[in-house]
C-alpha cells in the first residue's frame, strides 16, 4: 500500500497555465508538507498543514495555493505558471508537531514548464 | 537560525570500501538530525535520525551516524559500500516553532559507488 501518493508523476505544460498536483496519505499523520526540489537537487519546504490548518509558509508567491480538504490530502494549486515553477514537488506528512517525528515522503511530481 | 553544510557534492566510492558522507549544522538550540536517501526518480526516505541519548545512531541498510555536539556534526558512514547504494543523501536538521515544525535540509551529496 502506498504510504505517501502523488499525481500527476509527471506534468508538462505551457508558461500562464493553471494546474494542480494532489496529494494523499494513508498514514493517519495529521501534518503535511510541499517541498520543492530544484534541478540541483536543493530542497525547500514550501507550505506545512496541521489538521487542514496552514503552520508554514514559507514566502511562496502566492500564485501557490495550497488547500486541504481533510488532514488526509493536501493539493497544490498554482496560476500563472512560470519558467521557474520547473522541478519536481514532494509531498510528505508526519504525525504530528514533534520535531523528531519522521517525515514520508510521497514520489514527486516533476512539473515542467514550457 | 538554523543551517545544515554537506561538505562534497558528489563523493564516489569503490564496492566493499568504507563510506563517509560529512555534514555539519549549526543551531542555537538543541538539534535534532536526520540523514535521508534518494534513489533516482523516488522520493525521500529517512536512514537514521538523532534525538537525544546515544550520539552513535545506527540506521537502515548499515548506516550509522554520530552526533559531535563540539564539531558540530553528523558525519554518516558506512563500513562497506554497496552498489545499491548509489543515491543522494541528504542531511537535515529541525526546526521546531511554535504550532509548527520545520526541517532544514542540506544541499545533498550524490553517492557513486564503482564496481
Known amino acids: 500500500d502506498t504510504a505517501v501518493s502523488q499525481t500527476p508523476k509527471y506534468l508538462v505544460t505551457q508558461m500562464g497555465n493553471d494546474k494542480s498536483i494532489k496529494c494523499e496519505q494513508n498514514?493517519?499523520?495529521?501534518?503535511m508538507y510541499w517541498y520543492k526540489q530544484d534541478s540541483k537537487k536543493f530542497l525547500k519546504i514550501m507550505f506545512s498543514?496541521?489538521?487542514?490548518?496552514?503552520?508554514i509558509n514559507e514566502t511562496v508567491p502566492n500564485r501557490f495555493s495550497p488547500k486541504s480538504p481533510d488532514k488526509a490530502h493536501l493539493n497544490l494549486h498554482i496560476n500563472s505558471l512560470e519558467l521557474g515553477d520547473s522541478a519536481v514537488y514532494f509531498c510528505?506528512?508526519?504525525?504530528?508537531?514533534?520535531?523528531?517525528?519522521?517525515?514520508?515522503f510521497g514520489p514527486g511530481t516533476r512539473l515542467t514548464v514550457l | 537560525a538554523q543551517s545544515v553544510t554537506q561538505l562534497g557534492s558528489h563523493v564516489s566510492v569503490s564496492e566493499g570500501a568504507l563510506v563517509l558522507l560529512r555534514c555539519n549544522y549549526s543551531?542555537?538550540?538543541?538539534?535534532?538530525l536526520f540523514w535521508y536517501v534518494q534513489y533516482p526518480n523516488q522520493g525521500l526516505q529517512l536512514l537514521l535520525k538523532?534525538?537525544?541519548?546515544?550520539?552513535l545512531v545506527k540506521g537502515i541498510n548499515g548506516f550509522e551516524a554520530e552526533f559531535k555536539k563540539s564539531e558540530t556534526s553528523f558525519h554518516l558512514t558506512k563500513p562497506s559500500a554497496h552498489m545499491s547504494d548509489a543515491a543522494e543523501y541528504f542531511c537535515?536538521?529541525?526546526?521546531?516553532?511554535?504550532?509548527?515544525?520545520?526541517?532544514?535540509f542540506g544541499a545533498g551529496t550524490r553517492l557513486f559507488v564503482k564496481a
Open positions: 510528505a506528512s508526519n504525525q504530528g508537531l514533534a520535531d523528531t517525528d519522521t517525515q514520508y
Open positions: 498514514l493517519g499523520h495529521d501534518t
Open positions: 498543514y496541521n489538521n487542514k490548518e496552514l503552520i
Open positions: 543551531s542555537s538550540v538543541p538539534p535534532y
Open positions: 538523532y534525538t537525544t541519548g546515544a550520539t
Open positions: 537535515a536538521v529541525s526546526d521546531q516553532r511554535t504550532g509548527g515544525f520545520k526541517t532544514i
